[in-house]
């Protein structure tokens, strides 16, 4: 399956600020989807990163505020925007593999102060 | 819209004992479901799926599509169990992306 690498696993933020959080896949992939885990609840999807065309959203998320870029196919970033103590989570980034199932990366744990 | 139900947040056993973790899912079409599991400090992986019907470190799952569950067996539990387990389904059709459930806490007592 696939090995995704993801960064940064943590960071502490002004509110106000934004952040990018990069994948990197070892292989090309068709799907790349990003996730947000929030403390103590499950991982609610934000959006579809698609190769050549903008990503698809999720209701609930915008693009202005998780813009989101994906330049081949084995690579993308996920921003979060004008961050607020809100939007403090773990974000993790996911790929499907050859074989059908999904690879997920070990997750960016942001807080934003 | 297609759900994902795992009642229990915390599921609390003693090593040896069976283990059932469930998982409900409400979707009008035929879904795929999956278990995945993270360890601590780890990331998630995937524990199974019902396609492919294998037992996994003694795991096992049946889909069930009149009950709409897919629980998660074990019929012995061991210290190493201990891990959050999620439930997902994944859409035959449109949205490729997982939806997951709240997740469930094993703990194996010694």
């Known amino acids: 399956s696939a090995v995704i690498s993801q960064k940064p696993s943590r960071d502490i933020c002004q509110r106000g600020t934004s952040l990018t959080i990069q994948c990197q896949v070892d292989?090309?992939?068709?799907?790349m989807f990003w996730y947000r885990q929030q403390p103590g609840q499950s991982l609610t999807l934000i959006a579809t990163a698609n190769q050549g065309s903008e990503a698809t959203y999720e209701s609930g998320f915008v693009i202005d505020k998780f813009p989101i870029s994906r330049p081949n196919l084995t690579f993308s970033t996920l921003t979060v925007s004008n961050m607020s103590p809100e939007d403090s989570s773990i974000y993790l980034c996911s790929v499907t593999g050859t074989e059908d199932g999904y690879t997920f990366g070990s997750g960016t744990r942001l807080t934003v102060v | 819209a297609q759900r994902v139900t795992q009642p229990e947040k915390l599921l609390s056993v003693f090593k040896g004992a069976p283990v059932e973790l469930k998982c409900n899912y409400s979707y009008s079409g035929s879904p795929e479901l999956f278990w995945y599991v993270q360890y601590s400090r780890q990331r998630l992986q995937l524990l199974l799926r019902h396609i492919s019907r294998e037992s996994i470190k003694g795991f096992t799952a049946d889909l069930n599509k009149g009950e709409t569950s897919f629980h998660l067996k074990k019929p012995f539990a061991q210290e190493e169990d201990s891990a959050m387990y999620y439930c997902a389904l994944r859409m035959d059709m449109g949205r490729r992306a997982l939806t997951f459930g709240s997740g469930t806490r094993l703990q194996v007592q010694p």
């Open positions: 292989s090309q992939v068709t799907m």
